[in-house]
């Protein structure tokens, strides 16, 4: 069965960077993208970019665009997404889900909290 | 950017009667080459990642009870729960993934009266 499993909550402080991780298993991983959306605390989803496991190509989204970075080893079926400069408003949970370019997100991780606090 | 924005915010329905959450685009997410309009519905409940319902805007998701059901068009586009149960108290999100960024409607909370 699909499963993606994300690595552990995070306290940061503003201007730190943190990378959370998302280990793909039950499915060929390289044939999907891996997207990022996070949720802030109590509000709706942002999506944040989607990296294709099988090229690495990458699309962000604008407002992240020069703080954000994601990635894929294809040796260990695991995704990365690295969030630099972090402030305040980007304390959230941020989850990993299965489905990159034009194509729906089917399979989520379990979500990672990232909070960013002095 | 697409905004996506749904209707109402919040819903009350009694055990067993229908309830019906919209979304609306500010722009088609209707693909004319595959003829596919790119709308996916999830749930969301507290402390969980969401959960995908529907795609294609009317496909069901494996596993899903068919009692939902995803219907519209272009702009336009309904999620319906035709008997409500007690399990789906939730949160729902409409989403389009026509164009970047693929962006998500603000949710409608879905209580029982």
């Known amino acids: 069965q699909v499963e993606l499993v994300q690595s552990g909550a995070e306290v940061k402080k503003p201007g730190a960077s943190v990378k959370v991780s998302c280990k793909a298993s039950g499915y060929t991983f390289s044939s999907y993208g891996i997207s990022w959306v996070r949720q802030a605390p109590g509000q709706g989803l942002e999506w944040m970019g989607w990296?294709?496991?099988?090229?690495?190509?990458?699309n962000y989204a604008q407002k992240l665009q020069g703080r954000v970075t994601m990635t894929t080893d294809t040796s260990t079926s695991t995704a990365y997404m690295e969030l630099r400069s972090l402030r305040s408003d980007d304390t959230a949970v941020y989850y990993c889900?299965?489905?990159?370019?034009?194509?729906?997100?089917?399979?989520w991780g379990q979500g990672t909290l990232v909070t960013v606090s002095s | 950017d697409i905004v996506m924005t749904q209707s109402p915010d919040s819903l009350a329905v009694s055990l067993g009667e229908r309830a019906t959450i919209n979304c609306k685009s500010s722009?088609?997410?209707?693909?004319?080459?595959?003829?596919?309009?790119?709308l996916a519905w999830y749930q969301q409940k507290p402390g969980q990642p969401p959960k995908l319902l529907i795609y294609w805007a009317s496909t069901r998701e494996s596993g899903v009870p068919d009692r939902f059901s995803g219907s519209g068009s272009g702009t336009d586009f309904t999620l319906t729960i035709s008997s409500l149960q007690a399990e789906d108290v939730a949160l729902y999100y409409c989403h389009q993934y026509y164009s970047t960024p693929y962006t998500f409607g603000q949710g409608t909370k879905l209580e029982i009266k």
């Open positions: 990296i294709s496991a099988d090229n690495g190509n990458t």
């Open positions: 889900a299965r489905g990159g370019e034009n194509d729906y997100r089917d399979y």
């Open positions: 722009q088609s997410v209707l693909y004319s080459s595959d003829n596919k309009n790119y």
